[in-house]
């Protein structure tokens, strides 16, 4: 009867194993285990890690027995890492080792990883969205940079207002910009068939030179490399559990993706996106304005791709800093893709994805590994999950499993 | 004022060095324009691009003394490059893959993969600086100065390019004849246009994609080469800055073919050419932010994109009326 439910035991023991690592890390901290609960960090890394938890049910959820191929295809991707790593490594075991394991080592490690998930999380939404309507729009990158421009000139010239409101100011200015930045695609791919994956890539590079242009502008005139002024403390989100950049932005993340999932889900506009995906023509003939919602989809991604801007400059950095997003774009594809396009879906993978990135980071620093390496294996992590490698195995056993039957029926 | 900016950014210096910005351009460019005329785009023509300029770097670097050091870099590039659009290919048309992705995948892993190993070798992950890496040789061609009048024009155009621009301008008559002159062109042309017609005639239309991808994995890495042992002296992280995906948009801009797309790639290397041009001058004795200048080729290739269509439609619009005018079409619309 165990081995009837294989994933959700797996899952449930992967998601035991974090919550007892979360809680270790933590122990190095307290004198006692019985003093455990008396750190003032205690109840939230608690509350983050059944968040984690809960986001993995939620993926178990969502795809049933889908899990199963998703986790073997990492697996497998992981394993060709490894492959490389074994060639180029003097020590791959202790690379590999640190990959896997280091998010879970220190609180500020792992603390670097939820942070990370949670910008994963909300790329991973806005790539999802467009990928919804097979849109290949790579418009996030140029989306979180003016994103992140809006929120911090909000950030920084808004004083005076009630707690809480100068963040939901900024919040909404950030959302703007990406709005905009993505309706000009949008417009664009609808209105004049130009293609989205070229022109997003082209305004990324536009937005990320209209960044640096106006970070010169503001820089405050002692400032030795081109950062902005540190964002004052009623503008930036509350950080909860020491020694990481936790915030309440979190709470922000979550909404986040409920919104998308009622969007996406329980809307027409919604609907018309899905239904775009499917089949464009059957979604004209069936009387959608097709233009309209691909310009609008586009525009929609970028408020999401906006968010981001505005989690990395109010959360990480709490002020403005030359390429504040480094490619997050690109790490949404992967992330989208391992959810296949499925928003609630998406958390799980934004936190595999980013523990793998926070792992990387750490071997990087412990052994003579790249951090590249983890971009390597995310190439190929997408490539095997579009290429259905694993979908294609089980259609091979189940075809000799059906034949097998036959034949046993036949000489019966 | 006005003239004497126009006059120091238009003269022979300025041409070429026109032409040195096309070369990594113009070729990727047929690449893409091979692949989109097999209805299989390569979207992967940037990573493939940095492969092959990491591996021309590294190749030359320890076979340097051996005298064809460049060229065995050159043809390590180019087997790279072409390693990497089979994986392509492999991916698309054998697990039906989707091609966006994959190509995305396949940059991602040129990208990535090019820091993993440089840092592996030389202990430093921004540039191959460390590598004592190879150029590929100029062409001098001194007897351009003999000619009466325009001599020294001619020379300071032509006269000191690198063999990678010859070897660009000479893809362009190879494409064009490969594609409408050869029995191979034709096919892969058919498979693009109809692939169930070109099938139903006995096209192996698979065999001819492969084939399309694999020469444009050739022109990207052929690009890529000149990037590090050209048109810079070394291999830098992320170098090739997005050329791979203008290259996308040129081949649209150029009508699908060989001479137009080598129009719309001297096109953005007139633009790159001007933003590296301006980015030396001042205004008012205060130097002008580069990020103005730096973005004028990527605005250009948006606007181009934009023109082109535009461009598309009338001529449909002129179609139609024609028809309408004769009543008759004059001649059946036919490409």
Known sequence: MLFKRPVPIALGSIFILILAFGLTALISHAPTVAALTTLPTFWGVLGVNLLVGGSLIL??????????????????????????????????????????????????????????????????????????????????????????????????????????????????????????????????????DANELVSTLMLNEIAVRIYS???????????????????????????????????????????????????????????????????????????????????????????????????????????????????????????????????????????????????????????????????????????????????????????????????????? | MIDNILGSIFNALFLASILRVVTPILLPSLGALISDRAGVINIGLEGIMLAAAFTGVVISAYTRTSGIGAWLGLIGGVIVGIALALVLAFFHLRFKGDLVLGGLAINILGSAGTVAIMS???????????????????????????????????????????????????????????????????????????????????????????????ISGVLAALGGIYMSMGYLGNFTRDMTAGRGFIALATPAIGNNTPLGTALAALFFAFAQALSIRLGTLSLNNKPLPSEYVQMIPYVATILALVVNTLRKRRAIAARARQYQEHQQPSGAPSR
């Open chain 2, 120 to 214: 592996e070798l030389t202990g430093d992950q921004a540039s191959t600086t460390k590598l004592a890496s190879l150029q590929m040789p100029i062409v001098d061609l001194p007897f351009l100065r003999a000619i009466p009048g325009i001599g020294e024009f001619l020379y300071t155009v032509f006269g000191s390019q690198n063999v990678m621009m010859w070897i660009a301008l000479l893809s362009v008559a190879l494409m064009w004849f490969f594609l409408y002159r050869t029995p191979l062109g034709r096919h892969i042309r058919a498979v693009g246009e109809n692939p169930d017609a070109a099938a139903s005639v006995g096209i192996d239309v698979v065999r001819m994609r492969y084939l399309a991808l694999a």
């Open chain 1, 213 to 412: 242009l106006v970070l010169n502008a503001i820089r405050p005139p002692d400032a030795g490399f081109t950062v902005s002024a540190t964002f004052p403390p009623e503008s930036v989100f509350p950080r909860f559990i020491n020694g990481t950049k936790i915030s309440t932005a979190i709470g922000f993340v979550i909404v986040a993706v409920f919104l998308s999932w009622l969007l996406i889900q329980r809307t027409p506009f919604g609907f018309a996106i899905r239904m775009i995906g499917a089949n464009p023509n059957f979604a004209r003939y069936g009387g959608i304005n097709t233009r309209r919602t691909i310009m609008l989809t586009m525009a929609v991604s970028g408020i999401v791709a906006g968010l981001v801007g505005a989690y990395l400059a109010l959360s990480i950095q709490q002020k403005l800093i030359v390429g504040i997003s480094s490619g997050l774009a690109f790490e949404g594809i992967v992330v989208a893709l391992l959810a296949r396009n499925n928003v609630l879906a998406v958390p799980a993978m934004a936190l595999l994805y980013a523990y793998l990135r926070s792992g990387a980071q750490i071997m990087q620093l412990e052994s003579d590994v790249n951090f590249e390496i983890v971009r390597v294996i995310q190439a190929i992590i997408i490539l095997l999950v579009t290429a259905e490698f694993g979908l294609e195995l089980v259609r091979l056993r189940r075809n000799r499993a059906a034949r097998l039957n036959a034949e046993s029926g036949a000489t019966a």
């Open chain 1, 59 to 192: 993926f178990v959820i969502e795809n049933g027995r889908g899990t199963l191929r998703i986790v073997l295809t990492v697996a497998l991707a992981l394993l060709i890492g490894f492959v490389i790593t074994l060639l180029i490594s003097h020590d791959p075991v202790k690379a590999y080792t640190a990959l896997l394991t280091g998010p879970l080592t220190r609180i500020n490690r792992w603390g670097f990883w939820i942070e990370d998930a949670l910008s994963l999380t909300l790329v991973g939404l806005a790539i999802a969205i467009v990928f919804r309507a097979r849109l290949f729009s790579l418009g996030a990158e140029g989306q979180i940079y003016l994103g992140a421009l809006a929120a911090g000139l909000v950030a920084l010239n808004i004083h005076g207002l009630p707690a809480g409101l100068t963040i939901l100011l900024a919040i909404a200015a950030a959302c703007l910009a990406g709005f905009l930045w993505g309706l000009l695609p949008g417009a664009l791919r609808a209105y004049l």
